[in-house]
C-alpha cells in the first residue's frame, strides 16, 4: 500500500466523490483507510450511566485504498505515485510534478 497516514487524498468514486482530506489512519491488511470527513456514517450510541442519555454519533468509517488518489501538492489534482531511491533512501515521487513526498 503506497498511502500512509497524514497523506493528502482526494476520493475518486462512491458517494463522497470529489471530497477531498486527509488520512487519519490506515489498515494495510485490510486495504482500506479512513480519511477525514469522508465517509461519515451516523450510529446509535446507548446511555452508559444512569445520568447520561442516549445519543446519535457521527463516526468516520473505512474507505477502500482504490476509491482514493494522492493529492499532487502543486497542480491539486489526483495523481498516482512511483517509487525511488536516491542515495539507498526510499523516496515516493508524484508522476504528474514530479514531487517528492
Known amino acids: 500500500m503506497k498511502i500512509k497516514k497524514g497523506d493528502k487524498v482526494i476520493v475518486i468514486s462512491g458517494q463522497d ?3 477531498s482530506g486527509k488520512i487519519l489512519r490506515a489498515f494495510p491488511k485490510m486495504d482500506k483507510v479512513i480519511v477525514e470527513g469522508v465517509n ?3 450510529s ?5 450511566a444512569k445520568r447520561q ?6 463516526r468516520t468509517m473505512p474507505v477502500h485504498v482504490s476509491n482514493v ?12 505515485i512511483k517509487a525511488g531511491s536516491v542515495d539507498g533512501v526510499y523516496t515516493r515521487v508524484t508522476k504528474k510534478s514530479g514531487t517528492k513526498l
Do not use: F, N, S
Not at 53 to 58: A, R, T
Open 40 to 42: 461519515v456514517k451516523k
Open 69 to 80: 488518489m494522492i493529492e499532487d501538492p502543486k497542480t491539486g489534482k489526483p495523481t498516482r
Open 17 to 19: 466523490k470529489g471530497k
Open 53 to 58: 442519555k442516549g445519543q446519535i454519533v457521527e
Open 44 to 48: 446509535h450510541q446507548k446511555a452508559t
